[in-house]
C-alpha cells in the first residue's frame, strides 16, 4: 500500500488543531510532569533542521509521559523582545512589532508541520503587554525587597525601614552596596530624597554607577556575551567600557543559596561547573593598605593573606575610584591614556588575556601594614572592578600574572616560602610551603598561619575574614526600544516605581529607533511617556513640570527578564489578576525536564534561579528551583560545500585539480548542489550571484566537484537544511525519526540527507505490516510466542532508551523489531496495536492514522503505553552450537530449562555426535549453558 505522508500529516495536523489534543487540563487530580524546551528566539531566517533536535526531544518525552497516564504540560512561547528586531527597524523603519509578529507566524508554521505536541493555548510572547505587565509587576516586587542575611532571605522593604525606625543600622545584617552608619534618630530625621538614596543601598532592584560595555553605534549597552574581541557580535561595532548610572538585579545577594541550590539538581556536570565558576566562591581576607600621603586606604581581597609579606606593589583596575584620586600630576597623561586604552576590552577580553600583560604607574605608594615598606600602586587590566575590591596585593613570586607584571616593570619578587630545595623564581604553589619572614608565622603550615594572619589583622583594626565571590550585580539596563519598559518615574532625581494598577506600562511609539540627539535611549524619541502622579496615569512629554508630571525611566529590560520566569506563566498563561495562581504553582512545581543549549549556562539559567529563589521568598511560589532535570542538545551540523576561485580571477578550479593553483576556497549555498551530490550546478551558481554571472569554470571529467566540510550549520556559511523541504519529500516522521537516529541527544552530528532515505525506507515497511497488497488486513488470530517475544522486546529497550534519553538506539530497535515481523509475516492485531503505540512517541502521524484505521476514533495519544512482560523473553529452546576441538560442526536445539548433565547426555547420543567421534572417546566435554558445547577428541 502507498504510504502517502503528505496526506496522512496534513489530516492529522488538522485534527490535532480543531480537537485541540494537546491542550492541558488544570485537573490536578492527575500526576503532572512537566516538559519544557528553552524559549525559542524568533529570528527572521526561520528554522533550519538543527533547531528542532532538543524540541523533538523533549516531544517524544512528553508524549511518553502522556501514554503513562501523566498530566503533562508541554508549552512553547516566544522570546520576542531582542536587538535584531530593533536594528532591522533602525535600517527599514519597520516597527519591530511587525517583523516579531512575521517571524513568529512562520515559525509556528514550521512548528506545526514538525507534529510537536505543544499546548498551543498555553502560548506566551514577552512583547506581549498582557505578559510584560508581570515583568514589570516582578521588578517592582524586587525594588521593594531587600536581602536579610539573618534570615537568609529577601524580605519586604518595610521591614527595613521598620528596623531603621527603630535602630538605625545598629545589628542589620544587609546585603547591600556600601557600608552605612546611622542611628534611628538620625533616620527618622532625614529628608525624603535621602531616605530613598539610602534605600537603594539595599533594594535588589537598584540604580548605581557601573561600568559597562557600550556600544556607541548601536547606542546601547550590551551584556558580554553580545560583545566578541571588542566588539558588538551583531554588527561588529567597537565596544567601549563606560561607567553609566544603570539598573542593576542584586544577584551576588543569592551567591551562596545559588551555589548550595545546585547539589540538588540533575544538570550535566560541566554545566554546574560553569555557575561554580561564575559564581566563583573565594574565602580569604579583606585588608586595608594606607596610601602614603593622602587620606585613602587601598581595600584588596585577598584569599592568601598569609603571603602578605611576600606583597611587592599593588595594582588597581582601571575603574577604581581612586586611581583618580592618588594618580600623581606627573603621571596623570600616562594613567589616562591607558585607561583610555582599557577601555576598548570588555572584562572577558580581559580575563582571557593571561600572557600579554601592561599597566601604568599612578606615581603613589601604598604602606605595608606588617612590614612597613613602601609599596607602588599600579593600574593594570588584569584586575577587575567586579571582582573582590577591584584592587590586589601582588605577591610576584606566588602568583603568575603579579610575576609578569613585576618581570616587565623591574618590580621586587620577594620569596616568601621556602621548600626542601630553594623556590624557584616562577613558583607559585606554596600551600603545603613553610612560611617564614615574620616570627610569628614561622613555622605554621598554609591554615595555621592563614589562621593567625587574619586574626592579627582583624587586631589591627585593617580588615576581616571574609567570603567573597566573583558574581556580581546583573546590569539591568538596555538604552534600547525593543524591550520592557521600566515601570519607575524620577521625581527630585529619585526612581519611584508606578503603581501596579498602572501596569502594563506600555511600549510608546516612536518616530525613530535610534537614540535622541541628546544621547538619551530611543524612548526619549517618545512623545507620550511622562507620569502624571495626580492622574496616575501616561501623559504626554511636553507636560513635564516635575511638580505633578515626572519623566519615566528611558531604558528598556534586558532580554533576560522576560525569559526569567516564563515558565511559570505557562502554568496560567491568561490571568489577569496574578502571574501565576498558587494552587497552580504548586500542583505543577518546577519543570521537570527542561532542554536546552550549554550556551546558556551563566545566563539565562542562573537568572531563572536567581528570580525562582526571589519568589520564593516573597511566598508566590514554593519550589526553590525551577528546572530538576537538565539536558542540553549537541548541534546538528551541516556539510558546507566550497568552490576553489584562482587569486585574482572570477575562474572556479574543480576541487580535484585545485591543488594545481592559488586558490580561495568560498563557501557556496548547498541548494545549488545537484541532488544529493557534490556536484555544482554551474548554471545555478551564475545566477546565485551578480559577482559570479561571468563565472568560468575549470572541471573534471566535465563535472564542477566542490569541497564538501562538516562546520556549525548557520546561515553564512550557506549549509542550512530547511526542515519545510524534509518533511515535503520525507515526511515530518521521517524528520523526527533521523534526527535521533543520528546519534546520542547531547552530542554533536553531521547532517546528511542521503541518510532519511533509510528512515524513510523503515516507516514504508512499518506502513505495509497493517496491509495485504492495497486492503488494510489486520487479524484476530493469538500472536505466536515469537511474535509475542518481538513485541516485548522492543518495549523493553524502548522504555529504557526512553528514560534515558537514548533515543538514537530506540529508532535502530524500530527497524530491527518491524524487519523481524515482516520475515515473519506478522499481521496480528495483539501485535500491531502495541506496536504503534510504542513508535507513536516517534512518529506521532503515521501512528494516528494505522490506529484509526485499526477502528479507534479517539487520538493513540492517550493510549496506555503497552506493559513489558518478561515471560514472553524467557527462551523455550536453546539452540546450541556443537564443536569438536573448537570447530562448530552442527547445531542443536534444547530445552532452555536443561542442567549441564542432560546437556551433555543428550549431545553425547546424538547421532552426528556419534558419526563425528566414530567410536572415540572424548577427552574432555565443556558446556556453557544456553552458550555453547565443545567436545575435545
Known sequence: MFYDHQQIEKKWQKYWEDNQTYKTSDNTDKPKFYVLDMFPYPSGAGLHVGHPLGYIASDIYARYKRHQGFNVLHPVGYDSFGLPAEQYAIQTGTHPAITTEQNITRYEEQLRKIGFSFDWSREVRTSDPSYYKWTQWIFIELFHSWYNKDSDKAESIKTLIQHFEEKGTEGLHANQNDELNFTAEEWKEASEIDKEDILLNYRLAFRAETTVNWCPALGTVLANDEVKDGKSERGGFPVYQKKMMQWSMRISAYSERLLQGLKTLDWPQPLKDSQEYWIGKS????????????????????TRPDTIFGATFMVLAPENPLVENITTPEQKSEVDSYIEETSKKTERDRMADVKNVSGAFTGSYAVNPFSGEKMPIYISDYVLMGYGTGAVMAVPAHDERDHRFAKKFNLEIKKVVETDEDIQEASYDSKDSVCVNSDFLNGLNYNEAKIKIIYEIENKGIGHGTTNYRQRDAIFSRQRYWGEPVPVYYKDGMPYTLPVSALPLELPEVEKYLPTEDGDPPLGNAKTFAWDEANQKVVDTDLIDDKTV?????????????????????????????????????????????????EHATGHLLYSRFWNMFLKDRGYIEQNEPFQKLINQGMILGMSAFVYRIDGTNQYVSKNLAKDYNTQAIHVDVSLLKGASDELDTEAFKKWRPDYADAEF??????????????????????????????????????????????????????????????????????????????FSVSDEEPTKAEYKVLHTLIKKVVYDIENFSFNTSVSSFMIAVNELQKIKCNKRNILEPLAVVISPYAPHICEEVWNLLGYQSSIEFEKFPVLNEEYLVEDEIEYPVSFNGKMKFKLALPATLSAQEIEDLVMVNEKTIEVLAGNLPKKVIIVPKKIVNIVI
Open 283 to 302: 574565602q580569604g581576607a579583606q585588608v586595608e593598605f594606607a596610601v602614603e600621603g593622602y587620606d585613602e586606604a587601598v581595600t584588596v581581597f585577598t
Open 550 to 598: 515626572f519623566p519615566l525611566e528611558l531604558s528598556t529590560m534586558p532580554g533576560w527578564a522576560g525569559s526569567s520566569w516564563y515558565f511559570l506563566r505557562y502554568m496560567d498563561p491568561h490571568d489577569d489578576e496574578v502571574f501565576c495562581k498558587k494552587n497552580l504553582s504548586d500542583y505543577w512545581g518546577q519543570v521537570d525536564l527542561y532542554i536546552g543549549g550549554s
Open 698 to 775: 575549470i572541471l573534471e571529467d566535465e563535472k564542477y566537484i566542490t569541497g564538501r566540510e562538516v562546520e556549525k550549520m548557520s546561515k553564512s556559511k550557506y549549509n542550512v537544511v530547511n526542515p519545510d523541504d524534509i518533511c515535503e519529500e520525507y515526511g515530518a516522521d521521517g524528520l523526527r525519526l533521523y534526527e535521533m537516529f543520528l546519534g546520542p541527544l547531547e552530542q554533536s552530528k553531521p547532517w546528511n540527507t542521503q541518510g532519511l532515505s533509510g528512515v524513510y525506507g523503515f516507516l514504508k515497511k512499518f506502513w505495509n505490516l497493517y496491509f495485504d497488497g492495497d486492503t
